[in-house]
């Protein structure tokens, strides 16, 4: 914050100082850093009941439907987009799977796989209008955000449906510290690590980041790419949404509201350039560590439910103001 | 959506307005056709009030959007403003204008925000303004524990369901915004330093304007109109609306972008606004008409911003690369 009031003749080591700190933000290690600070305090402020098994779940639990989110979003900022879409693709996700199992064990899976297709769907839709026109991504993907929770709301406007026992399972379920649903987060996150650090997608999207004119004159396939990155993004938060509903039982026409939003705080918390290239996917995941502590302490400290948005939002609004650095692209 | 389409648009954009009015004029016609009752003297007072209410925040976007930026907070302010009125007066009169100086104060510190984030920290407008609209949205709910309560005075009622020569106060509000509005961005040095800064930050920096001021001050006009709109509303409902202050208002921003406003910066008037404006507004009391609940109108306010930008835009890529 004292950077910007900064005399311009400032000291070399003060300099130093914004260059250390700039590059601990870039590579993630500011978001970890912050996470340790929060389990020490945590630990400080409630030895008895931050440590136990419970509660640990409770934090990785918060982890699950944030992540998922959060990669799709990584993806998405990686390539120079966003995707405001996503929490609303959760909502309409998280209503449907319970609507339409309804608490027969037989649709489960069928409906689980129909949610993905919904949200690749949803994807192909953003990434052929993102790729082929000059809209920016944030009008494109705001207008979904609109449109899905429309869809939504005229669903339903109320909770409803049933999921089953076995889905609820894998919401609720924990073995010691480790909740079930832990593990289709491990499973999400080593697709991506593998998609963006060992295939030729991923270095595409590196590509497109950095300069998509260039990229596309050495040869990269810019919209192939581009649709591909939404469509990953539309699965995954389709993906949340079916977890979403899983840990609440029933679907809600809210059930995603501010994902969208939390997604992108964590993104940025990690490190991420919005003018994209840029991201780090160990930051990505100290974000989401993050906002799920920040969250799940809320009902560690027994502070007031109505406050947690309040928090919510000063975490975001810190995020925006230190972590997004100034763009010189005009 | 092939060559067809987006070969009119081409020919349609140079005019600008031509095409929210040919949409207006089919949405005024389906409406005739769809359901009679449209044209009935209450619905038509109804149109009025809404494009009255959007309009007037829908002015603020305008400034916020020649200035390159993007104002999502509207909605949060709104809210907020109408949460201060309820709790701060709870009906009685003789304390309205302290809650109205206390909105008009908060209203000023979100522009602010909104401001700073944007000029002195570089934060893309969308994700500044986003940010900033969770953030008052939180406090509303921390502030009131959930469930804003309190009576709004008789005297905002006039604001807010009062009637001018038959017509709607809130229109004469936004009439008179509008025209304030168009006189100073048509007319005056701060309008032409508007328009310089949106269509291009950089020269406009190198001739001596400077461009953070005006970007800032587009802001805090932005959030003071949403403050009036707020007050509006709340003297329309008479009581506080708790999902009003829920809802991240995107009326302001469709009328505005539906009208011809770009997104870019730097392009589009007043008149594109009030067109945008009565175009939404329309649509809106129809839709009602028609049944639809808020999800409907939340999908045609998607798809109407989809549309309208899908519509403008020119060049070889809108041509269908499909």
């Known amino acids: 914050m004292t950077a910007v009031t900064a005399p311009a003749g400032a000291a070399p080591a003060r300099e130093r100082l914004a260059a250390a700190l700039s590059a601990a933000a870039r590579t993630g290690l500011a978001a970890w850093a912050i996470v340790a600070l929060l389990v020490a305090v945590l630990t400080v402020a409630d030895p008895g009941g931050f440590w136990t098994a419970a509660n640990i779940a409770n934090v990785l639990t918060a982890t699950v439907v944030l992540g998922l989110v959060a990669l ?26 319970a609507m339409l199992i309804d608490g027969y064990p037989i649709r489960t899976i069928p409906t689980i796989l129909a949610m993905l297709l919904l949200g690749a769907a949803i994807g192909v839709v953003h990434g052929l209008i993102v790729a082929n026109t000059r809209i920016p991504a944030f009008v494109v993907t705001l207008s979904t955000f609109y449109l899905i929770q429309g ?18 399972d894998v919401g609720m379920r924990r073995f010691g510290p480790f909740p079930l649903a832990l593990a289709v987060l491990a499973a999400a996150v080593a697709i991506v690590a593998v998609l963006l650090h060992r295939t030729r997608f991923g270095r595409h999207v590196h590509a497109v980041g950095g300069d998509a004119a260039a990229a596309r004159s050495a040869g990269v396939p810019v919209n192939r790419t581009l649709v591909l990155v939404f469509v990953i993004a539309g699965t995954l938060a389709a993906a949340a949404g079916v977890m979403l509903a899983a840990r609440a039982t029933i679907g809600s026409p809210n059930a ?4 969208e939003l939390s997604a992108i705080t964590v993104v940025v918390v990690g490190g991420a350039s919005l003018l994209g290239g840029r991201a780090s996917l160990a930051g990505t995941l100290g974000g989401v560590a993050l906002l799920a502590l920040v969250e799940s302490s809320f009902t560690l400290l027994q502070l ?11 975490v975001i609004l810190a995020a925006a103001a230190l972590f997004v650095p100034r763009s010189h692209r005009e | 959506m092939t060559t067809l389409t987006a070969g009119r648009a ?14 207006l004029a089919l949405v005024l016609v389906a ?32 400034v916020v959007l020649l200035g390159r930026g993007i104002d999502l907070s509207v909605g949060a302010v709104m809210g907020l403003t109408t949460v201060i009125v309820a709790t701060q007066t709870d009906g009685d009169g003789g304390k309205l204008p302290a809650a109205i ?27 500044a303004t986003f940010a900033v609209f969770v953030l008052v949205q939180g406090a509303i709910t921390a502030w009131t524990r959930g469930a804003a309560a309190g009576d709004i005075p008789h005297g905002l009622q006039t604001l807010g369901s009062g009637r001018v020569l038959g017509v709607p106060t809130p229109l004469w509000v936004f009439a008179g915004v509008a025209a304030v509005a168009a006189v100073v961005l048509a007319r005056t040095g701060a309008g032409r330093r508007l328009y310089a800064t949106g269509s291009n930050p950089r020269a406009a920096r190198l001739s001596g304007i400077r461009t953070g001021r005006v970007i800032a001050a587009g802001y805090i006009a932005s959030a003071l109109l949403a403050v009036l709109a707020g007050l509006i509303s709340a003297g329309y409902a008479g009581h506080v609306d708790a999902q009003l202050s829920r809802s991240l208002d995107l009326n302001s921003l469709a009328a ?34 028609l049944g639809a609940g808020t999800g409907g109108q939340l999908a045609v306010q998607g798809a109407a911003i989809l549309l309208a930008t899908w519509l403008r835009q020119r060049g070889p890529a809108a041509a269908g690369t499909r």
């Open chain 1, 256 to 259: 995603g509201q501010g994902l």
């Open chain 1, 151 to 168: 869809i939504a709301f005229m669903i339903s406007t109320t909770p409803s449906g049933q999921v089953t026992r076995a889905l609820a």
């Open chain 1, 72 to 97: 799709g979003q990584h993806l998405v900022v990686l390539t120079g987009g966003i995707d405001l879409s996503v929490g609303s693709t959760a909502t309409l996700s998280a209503l449907l799977t």
């Open chain 2, 101 to 127: 100086l206390l909105a008009v104060l908060a209203g000023i510190a979100i522009g602010a925000v909104n401001a700073g984030l944007v000029v002195l920290r570089g934060v893309p407008p969308f994700v």
């Open chain 2, 31 to 62: 409406a005739a056709v769809w359901t009679p009752g449209f044209y009935s003297e209450a619905n038509l007072r109804l149109v009025l009030f809404q494009a009255g209410l959007i309009g007037v925040t829908a002015v603020g976007q305008t």
């Open chain 1, 304 to 314: 007031p439910a109505t406050a947690s948005d309040l928090i919510r939002g000063v």
């Open chain 2, 10 to 23: 081409a020919r349609f954009a140079p005019a600008g307005t031509l095409m929210p009015l040919s949409g």
């Open chain 2, 256 to 289: 505005a972008v539906i009208g011809g406003v770009a997104l870019t910066g730097g392009k589009g008037h007043i008149g594109h606004t009030v067109l945008g404006v009565a175009l939404l507004a329309v649509l809106i009391v129809w839709m009602l008409q």
